[in-house]
């Protein structure tokens, strides 16, 4: 049985703005999950893709045998000190050498009823 794909791609990367209001207890941003089901460790690539300019490659991680890596977009201590900064636009290639799945979230502040959009990538 499979557990999930080798390649997957988020297209649509964007941190929002952290706060829409003073003393909001939430804070926009944006997270990677990456689970991986098998009974081996999964070494994973992330290069990230700009609209203005050269991408970052081979960015590495690993994710432990049947556990989640969640990785705050907007915390670069999160995603190996690359500060993504906020309000631009982003794409990210994720690759792995054993089959994982790959969802992609965003919590929106900018506005009084804040947003939140949880989408899989697309995996191949």
Not at 11 to 36: F, T
Not at 58 to 75: C, E, G, L, N, Q
Request: proline share 5%; aromatic share 10%.
């Amino acid at each position: 049985m499979k557990n999930g794909k080798k390649n997957w791609y988020i297209v649509d990367g964007w941190i929002p703005a952290e706060k829409a209001q003073e003393n909001s207890g939430y804070v926009g941003h944006e997270c990677l999950m990456i689970l991986n089901c098998n009974d081996t460790p999964a070494d994973v690539r992330i290069d990230v893709y700009f609209e203005d300019k050269d991408p970052i490659e081979d960015v590495a991680f690993t994710v432990p045998a049947k556990r989640i890596k969640s990785i705050r977009m907007d915390k670069p201590e999160q995603f190996a000190g690359i500060d993504l900064g906020r309000l631009n636009q982003y794409s990210l290639r994720v690759r792995s050498d054993v089959d994982v799945v790959v969802q992609f979230g965003r919590m929106d502040v900018t506005q009084p009823n804040c947003a939140y959009i949880g989408l899989m990538g697309y995996g191949e």
